[in-house]
């Protein structure tokens, strides 16, 4: 039987326990939605005495600004931590829902060692691209601003604690139709990628609860997303974002490389560099853009990479 607790704008659903639960399930949904869509996959997640708590957040403030979303699924997350100190912690979020966990996670390294599994459902770690088209030179403008932003640093250091499941949708050769595949990998964790399923579906789709309810049980069956030295440089470059493999057959090489893959770029009309990484077997291993305020450093990155590994 479900409850629900409201708290002015906030709706806290958890399943209602006659005894201590075996865990705790936190799972957030994201940007411009509700708890509805979370609330169903959580109830399709478990039979066991678990608590599911799904945060409901104001849908205006999710338009607006990400900080006060992060505070109010801290502070429902304390509290309920606080009630069962003693009980193991499981956490699942879809798109921005993800990335306020990876905040809230950071803000409490001291619950690491409770949390089980976590589980980020197309969250944009690496900065979204459509924040970044919409803000690039990071004015402010809505929550583009904080969507943009690149918290794969914060997500590598919480995977190399916590056991972590990526999980993606390939809607169009290269992203969920919202958030390209690219953002949302990440070094220390698990991968799985889902074909043809869209952003919105992603949310609670049969497919997800069945990936999700393997990784509990076997987090090594998933795949350990690595990356070589040369996608690692090309992702320290300042301002540069996670991209879509989409615009590659406009790019054209630049260096073969001694690791038998190939570096691309294009520039686009109005000025953004795109850079792709293509390996021996012709499969894309990264794709990145960056604006015209960021060009020169992208360049350096590409130089170092020529000196270290190009082909004469």
Not at 227 to 234: A, K, M, N, P, T
């Given at each position: ?10 709706t ?8 201590v639960?075996e ?7 994201g ?8 609330l ?9 005495q ?9 849908y ?8 006060p ?6 502070k429902?997350?304390?509290e309920e931590?606080?009630r ?11 798109s ?15 619950w690491?060692?409770?949390?089980e ?16 088209i ?9 929550i ?9 640093a ?23 139709g ?11 964790a ?25 990784f ?5 069956e998933?795949?350990?997303?690595e ?8 992702q ?25 893959g190939?570096?691309l ?7 953004i ?6 390996s ?7 794709a990145?853009?960056?604006?015209w305020?960021?060009q020169?450093y992208?360049?350096q ?12």
């Open positions: 039987m479900d409850t629900e607790n409201t708290d002015n704008s906030t806290n659903s958890t399943t209602a326990l006659s005894t639960p865990f705790l399930l936190f799972l957030q949904h940007w411009a939605d509700d708890n509805c869509a979370m169903s996959l959580g109830q399709s997640l478990t039979t066991a678990a608590s599911i708590i799904t945060p409901r957040l104001d205006l403030q999710t338009w607006l600004r990400i900080a979303l992060i505070d109010k699924v801290e429902i997350a304390t931590i606080a069962y100190p003693d009980i193991p912690i499981r956490i699942v979020g879809h921005m829902g993800g990335l306020i966990w990876l905040e809230v996670l950071n803000r409490h390294p001291e690491w060692s409770r949390v599994a976590l589980v980020l459902v197309a969250s944009p770690v690496g900065g979204a691209d459509l924040g970044r919409i803000d690039p030179l990071r004015l402010g403008i809505g583009a601003r904080d969507l943009g932003v690149n918290r794969r914060i997500a590598e250091k919480i995977a190399a604690t916590i056991p972590t499941l990526v999980i993606a949708g390939d809607f169009d050769g290269g992203s969920d919202t958030v390209p595949i690219e953002s949302t990998r990440f070094a220390n698990r991968f799985m990628q889902l074909q043809r399923l869209s952003h919105a579906v992603l949310r609670n789709h049969p497919l997800v609860a069945t990936t999700i309810r393997q509990w049980l076997n987090a090594g998933c795949q350990m997303i990356y070589d030295s040369i996608v690692r440089r090309l320290a470059v300042p301002g540069i974002t996670d991209g879509h493999w989409r615009d590659s057959c406009k790019a054209r090489p630049i260096m073969q490389l001694n690791t038998g190939t570096i770029t294009w520039r686009n009309l109005v000025g560099d795109h850079v792709y990484v293509s021996s077997q012709n499969q894309f291993l990264y990145g853009f960056v604006g305020n960021h020169k992208l360049y990155a590409l130089e170092e990479i020529r000196a270290m590994y190009a082909i004469p």
